[in-house]
């Protein structure tokens, strides 16, 4: 199993800037990408950003250019600059990995609310 908690978070005006950080404890070897999504109220969890133990990275069109994601050489934590942030980015962040030899998202950090005032 692996545990997964993010920091971070907060409340910050239109244009600003927040770190997220998401530290990963457990079976930290089997893991093959890590990943943040964010839930806005009312809405359905959407995928933000994904980079892969290789290296790759992919990021939603909503924030490309706007937020990148960053690991350490471990791959034991994965991190989410936000700057120019808007309200439509607020929302509650989720931390989550994917295993190798599995398909989607297998754990799930317990999230960490972004709140961008206009």
Do not use: H
């Amino acid at each position: 199993q692996v545990q997964l908690v993010e920091s971070g978070g907060g409340l910050v005006q239109a244009g600003g800037s927040l770190r997220l950080s998401c530290v990963a404890s457990g079976n930290r070897l089997s893991i093959d990408a890590m990943g943040w999504f964010r839930q806005a109220p009312g809405k359905e969890r959407e995928w933000v950003t994904t980079i892969t133990r290789r290296g790759n990275i992919n990021y939603a069109d909503s924030v490309k250019g706007r937020f990148t994601i960053s690991r350490d050489n471990a791959f034991t934590a994965v991190y989410l600059q936000m700057d120019s942030l808007q309200p439509e980015d607020t929302g509650v962040y989720y931390c989550a990995t994917s295993l190798i030899r599995t398909t989607g998202w297998n754990y799930w950090g317990q999230g960490t609310q972004v709140t961008v005032s206009s």
